[in-house]
């Protein structure tokens, strides 16, 4: 049960006018964490089990920690969370990928060995709802936060539908404050937060999985080369299939949680105009990178021992996200390209060129913002490859030098589709970097929004694609 699907529609039609009816709150909280046990459980039934064993577990661990009268035992219990969670990950998630790769260096130490399949399902968002569980005990610990009095709220901040498949990533300070009290929510509200939801499947639905996803998947289902420019289409075309996928998600549950009262935090600001790959990721994924920033690089030591520990600081930090990404090499190799990338915009932003007014006009700021959208496609290529060998490929292809064999290419009207649909997202990011969705939309006269909306609904309705499973469901 997608966002993107009628059987969607419908259960978060009964689950918002059951939760107008009036209960008392605690009995409304009551009723969203059981639909969103059994938003989860529509998937994968069994897989509730791990939602609640991670609850279960940071909800002990964090008030142990609380109460400990020594700071060994309050370490002993954040280990406990800590392994609880990051072991459930690394088994389903990088249990298969740890084998593949033993085998091979046990060979190449004269040991034969053949592991058995290891075919384990990976549950959906469990690399979102075991970050924000973890973040909550490290914060407790960490004494940034007390522990909450209410299992109820707390079960409900793990596991709330709108965001537990694919976030964005919350914080116990930002949400379980909002459970307080039954929140009011005006019909100005209900009706923004639905737009977001209709601009989110539409997102998802029309652009990534109609317009750009079978352009994508035309270059990439071949392992022979394609055309030049096939080659760079796929790449930008992938770049904004997946920009439109993932932030499609994300306004979607943006947009449901406003319907419901709650207040979930932003998650892309325009990254497709950054001007630089620090100024990336602080534009895309944003509550991912903001977990990495506070729970890897500033305990890592962050930019306080120096340019050198920095640069080795920024580079771990960045390989971990790429790993997150997945459990194959591609994810790996993205994060360290990632690395270098923002050692070197380090190192350029620190020198006193980078200074100069002359970089503030608006000609350079279009033509660094081109430049850093290029370089992010050009590590999306890895990033979308089924294996390295496929990125070099791509690579070859994009630069003109595959090996002779007859290349794949794409029609014209396919290119002219990609061409078109990235160059609007581009300049609708560009023009709107400096302001958030509201204030761009509040330019915009009241029939100019509703012929939108209008459009975008039908758009969906005629877009005539299956009930294609988001992008970031499988990380």
């Not at 964490?33 to 964090?62: H, K, Q």
């Not at 973890?134 to 209410?150: A, H, Q």
């Not at 029609?411 to 990235?422: L, Y």
Request: charged residues 10%; glycine residues 8%.
């Amino acid at each position: 049960m997608t966002f993107n699907s009628l059987s969607f529609a419908v259960f978060f039609g009964v689950v918002f006018c059951l939760y107008q009816l009036p209960f008392a709150w605690a009995a409304r909280k009551g009723m969203l964490l059981v639909a969103s046990y059994g938003f989860y459980a529509a998937w994968n039934p069994p897989f509730i089990g791990l939602l609640f064993l991670s609850t279960v577990i940071d909800w002990v661990a964090a008030r142990q920690i609380a109460v400990s009268s020594t700071s060994a035992i309050r370490r002993l219990w954040l280990l406990i969370s800590l392994c609880t969670n990051l072991g459930l990950l690394g088994f389903f998630k990088y249990g298969n990928f740890a084998l593949e790769n033993v085998a091979p260096l046990m060979r190449a130490v004269g040991i034969e060995y053949a592991p058995a399949p290891f075919n384990v399902i990976l549950p959906w968002g469990i690399s979102f709802y075991t970050f924000q569980s973890m973040s909550y005990t490290i914060d407790i610990y960490r004494g940034e936060m007390k522990p909450w009095d209410s299992f109820l709220d707390f079960a409900l901040f793990i596991s709330f539908f709108p965001q537990l498949l694919a976030g964005p990533i919350m914080r116990g300070h930002d949400f379980l404050p909002q459970c307080v009290s039954p929140p009011t929510v005006s019909s100005r509200q209900v009706g923004w937060g639905l737009s977001l939801f209709i601009l989110g499947v539409f997102l998802k639905t029309v652009v990534s999985d109609t317009l750009l996803a079978p352009v994508v998947d035309t270059v990439y289902a071949d392992p022979i080369p394609s055309g030049m420019l096939s080659a760079w289409c796929a790449a930008f075309g992938f770049s904004g299939q997946l920009y439109c996928d993932f932030c499609g998600y994300s306004t979607c549950a943006i947009g449901l949680g406003m319907c419901l009262g709650f207040s979930l935090p932003d998650n892309f600001n325009s990254p497709m105009a950054s001007i630089g790959i620090a100024d990336f990721w602080q534009r895309w994924h944003i509550t991912l990178s903001s977990w990495f920033r506070d729970y890897v690089f500033f305990p890592l030591g962050g930019s306080r021992h120096g340019a050198v520990r920095t640069c080795i600081n920024l580079f771990v930090t960045v390989v971990l996200v790429g790993l997150w990404h997945g459990a194959a090499w591609t994810f790996v190799m993205f994060g360290v390209a990632h690395g270098i990338l923002l050692i070197l915009d380090f190192v350029i932003r620190s020198t006193p060129v980078a200074r100069f007014n002359i970089w503030r006009p608006l000609p350079f700021q279009f033509g660094l913002a081109v430049l850093t959208f290029v370089i992010v496609t050009l590590t999306a290529v890895i990033f979308r490859s089924q294996s390295i060998a496929q990125a070099g490929v791509i690579f070859r292809s994009m630069f003109g030098l595959n090996d002779g064999t007859a290349p794949v290419n794409l029609d014209s009207a396919d290119i002219t589709i990609v061409i078109v649909t990235v160059e609007i997202l581009f300049l609708f990011h560009f023009l709107t970097r400096k302001m958030t969705i509201e204030a761009a939309v509040s330019r915009v006269p009241w029939w100019g929004q509703s012929l939108a909306l209008a459009g975008m609904l039908l758009a969906i309705f005629f877009s005539g694609t299956a009930d294609r499973a988001f992008i970031y469901f499988a990380f």
